[in-house]
């Protein structure tokens, strides 16, 4: 029997998701749940633990009242009961601001996946996972391969979220190097070495192309000695080199840590990028297809038009939601488009970014001085 939920440690990949997509319960019910976990929306660690309670709580009611086995009522109740267990310990991780968990306790299945984005309470309890809004959050950022080489060894990771996972690690011995006094037998001992590192780097290319086959990163770093590096990438197929987004002059021996830490300041300069050329594709774009500010903004969600939406991040700004129609306002009043009560929110952007996901649009947040010309939210819109 199952007898904990641990966070999933490393990064989410095409494999995991087809291995939760595959798996299929006959006449049973899996469970998959996702939970607002985002300290900013409730506050503090403690207002985390709350709402996942409560969440879990509603969740059990339901379980009560379906027409089910009673093992399968215990099983399901039990299960929410270690789910509530690990949204306990990990409230307040670094980064986490959504979870998305799913659990078969019968078929030894259990996946809890921290996310960087905020998600709206939700479950399912169906024959099969339900992974949409899993992918309407993935489908936020872009996966990395990381690709660090050396003249005989190499290490392949994938790099997604801020994390990093090492998914393959390659060794060629290499011809010993031995001074040779005859100096034709040097020569011809240089150029076996010389076959031998093209070989080396070539295998190492093709074990990049067969990783990216598998798991389709969207941009490639390589990493590697200064006088090795561009040997190296003369070997990468040209899809690969296309993707090529930065060159690290780094030891293949270089900690997963490090590794790790310097990923993230390299994704993170990435969507600086996405998001400034995004601004920039805004401001190219037909008037119609341009949102500016909040009202502009909150009508274009309403009426399901956001494509990008760039978001100054922590503004903290109060607002007003439709309690009918979910239309979003800055002020309060009946609500301008249905007429409906207003619901107070303490933090209305956040809101507007929670309700882009679900319209399975995209979001980058910008902290940059020229979206204060729009108060800080503007976005580009689908027609
Ligand atoms: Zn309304």
């Known amino acids: 029997m199952l007898q904990r939920i641990e966070l999933y440690p490393g990064v989410l990949t095409q494999r995991a998701l087809r291995q939760l997509e595959a798996l299929h319960r006959s006449q049973e019910r899996v ?68 979870l998305a968990s799913f659990i078969a306790s019968q ?21 099969r996972f339900v992974l949409w809004p899993l992918r309407q959050a993935l489908d936020q950022s872009d996966l990395f391969g990381i690709v660090l080489v050396d003249k005989d060894e190499a290490k392949l990771f994938l790099g997604y979220l801020g994390e990093v996972e090492e998914v393959s690690y390659l060794f060629d011995e290499v011809p010993p190097k031995i001074r040779i006094p005859d100096a034709f037998g040097e020569l011809q001992f240089r150029r076996k070495q010389v076959e031998h590192f093209h070989h080396h780097f070539d295998w190492v290319a093709y074990c990049a192309l067969r990783l990216w086959e598998q798991e389709p990163f969207r941009h490639l770093i390589i ?12 070997h990468l197929h040209r899809y690969l080199k296309d993707l090529i987004v930065a060159r690290w002059e780094i030891s293949v021996h270089t900690p997963q840590m490090e590794v790790r830490e310097r990923f993230e300041q390299e994704e993170s300069r990435l969507l600086q990028q996405q998001a400034a050329r995004l601004w920039q594709q805004l401001n190219e774009a037909p008037p119609a ?22 978001v100054k ?16 306002h800055l002020s309060g009043g009946p609500c301008i488009e249905c007429g409906g009560t207003m619901t107070h929110l303490s933090d209305v952007y956040e809101e507007a970014v929670r309700e882009t996901l679900a319209q399975s649009a995209h979001v980058r947040y910008w902290d940059h001085p020229a979206l204060d010309e729009c108060d800080g939210i503007a976005a580009l819109l689908r027609y």
């Open 313 to 328: 991040p922590k503004t903290h700004y109060h607002g007003h939601i439709c309690s009918q129609c979910g239309r979003l």
């Open 289 to 310: 297809q341009q949102a500016r500010g909040p009202e502009q903004v909150f009508r274009a969600l309403w009426q399901r038009r956001i494509w990008h939406l760039l």
């Open 223 to 234: 990493g590697g000695l200064r006088e090795v590096l561009p040997q190296f990438e003369w």
């Open 107 to 127: 078929a030894e299945v259990a996946f809890a996946f921290p996310l960087p984005w905020p998600l709206r309470h939700q479950y399912f309890l169906e024959e």
């Open 31 to 98: 469970l998959s749940v996702y939970l607002d976990v985002d300290p900013q929306r409730w506050g503090d660690i403690e207002g985390v633990r709350i709402a996942a309670k409560n969440a879990l709580n509603q969740l059990r009611e339901h379980i009560r009242t379906l027409a089910i086995s009673n093992g399968e009522r215990q099983r399901l109740l039990r299960e929410t009961e270690l789910l509530q267990e690990l949204a306990y310990l990990s409230a307040g991780r670094r980064g986490m601001r959504g």
